[in-house]
């Protein structure tokens, strides 16, 4: 088991890194907060729509479409937005910071987290499930986050409103892109698909780089209360109900250790961006992806080490 804390370190530590870069950059005067806010909106629109697309562009979907598994995953998603959803409603009262929490405590960093975890434990050989599941969990996630973020959005818009605010939304829109080039069976040019890669690989660190920059430590004085909440949600009460009702289901081997990065990685990146480009809590989303993926290293590790010696996968 000294190989699965390793991974989930190796998948936690670069964040951190690029994170650290970020803070750097801010505090050396590279960048201030108005370039931050700029640089944030140009990864929100311009980066992750390549990395949504790319994330579906070329999926084989076949044999490794585990039906049970995807409705499993997407049911319990709609479950811990539910049962989240009253209780911050109970205790918070800000619209913006209710719609922050929500996404922190459901929405995971499956894209990052998800492959090298399962690669870990059952070999690259064997990750066709894993892909395929990421590629249908993650545009749900942004489908609920913009139906959220939008809900909360200074009151209660309309549903004609939400409507518009999901199909004009940059991510959305790459991966319907993604899922058509799937359907129609679409191949782009050689260099289209560079182009979309690069792009890809440019998404995740620069918000990372963004997200290091924009953090302060007078906006994580005033919101501990929430931070505990939102991480001890996403990190220990969400997994351990999710893998626990999972297992008792049957799910087992490589369907069992796909849900590990869902329910019990730590709180997606994009969650900060979308918060901050979607008039929420940017700064309580930015500090949850922070500290739940400090932590997460410890927490991973011990739930691949429960349900490993229960016999899971």
Avoid at 191 to 198: G, K, V
Avoid at 233 to 252: D, N, Q, Y
Avoid at 263 to 280: E, V
Wanted: glycine content about 8%; overall charge neutral; some cysteine.
């Amino acid at each position: 088991m000294v190989k699965n804390l390793v991974i989930a370190v190796e998948a936690v530590a670069p964040m951190f890194l690029i994170m650290v870069i970020g803070v750097l950059t801010r505090r050396a005067g590279l960048i201030n907060e108005a370039e931050a806010k700029r640089l944030n909106k140009l990864v929100f629109t311009v980066f992750f729509p390549p990395m949504m697309f790319d994330n579906l562009y070329g999926a084989e979907i076949g044999d490794a479409f585990d039906i049970k598994l995807i409705v499993y995953c997407l049911a319990m998603i709609l479950a811990v937005i539910a049962v989240s959803a009253l209780i911050i409603l109970k205790i918070e009262k800000d619209n913006r910071t209710r719609g922050a929490m929500i996404q922190a405590i459901y929405r995971s960093n499956l894209v990052i987290m998800g492959l090298p975890l399962v690669s870990n434990i059952f070999g690259d050989e064997n990750l066709t499930t894993t892909a395929v599941t990421i590629t249908i969990v993650v545009p749900a996630y942004n489908v609920l986050a913009v139906i959220l973020l939008e809900f909360f959005r200074g009151g209660k818009p309309n549903a004609g409103q939400i409507i518009r605010g999901i199909f004009t939304n940059p991510l959305i829109l790459g991966a319907i892109a993604g899922a058509l080039t799937i359907v129609l069976h679409i191949e782009l040019p050689d260099f289209l698909e560079s182009t979309i890669s690069s792009m890809d690989a440019v998404a995740t660190p620069m918000a990372l780089l963004v997200l290091g920059a924009s953090l302060n430590k007078k906006s994580l004085s005033h919101s501990w209360r929430n931070l505990i909440i939102c991480v001890s949600g996403r990190l220990i009460i969400v997994p351990a109900v999710a893998l626990t009702l999972g297992a008792l289901l049957g799910l087992r081997g490589i369907e069992f250790a796909t849900m590990i990065p869902v329910f019990a990685s730590p709180t997606g990146i994009s969650s900060y961006t979308m918060a901050a480009q979607m008039g929420s809590d940017g700064e309580l989303a930015g500090n949850c992806v922070v500290f739940s993926s400090a932590l997460s290293s410890l927490t991973l590790f011990f739930w691949i080490f429960l349900f490993k010696t229960l016999g899971m996968f």
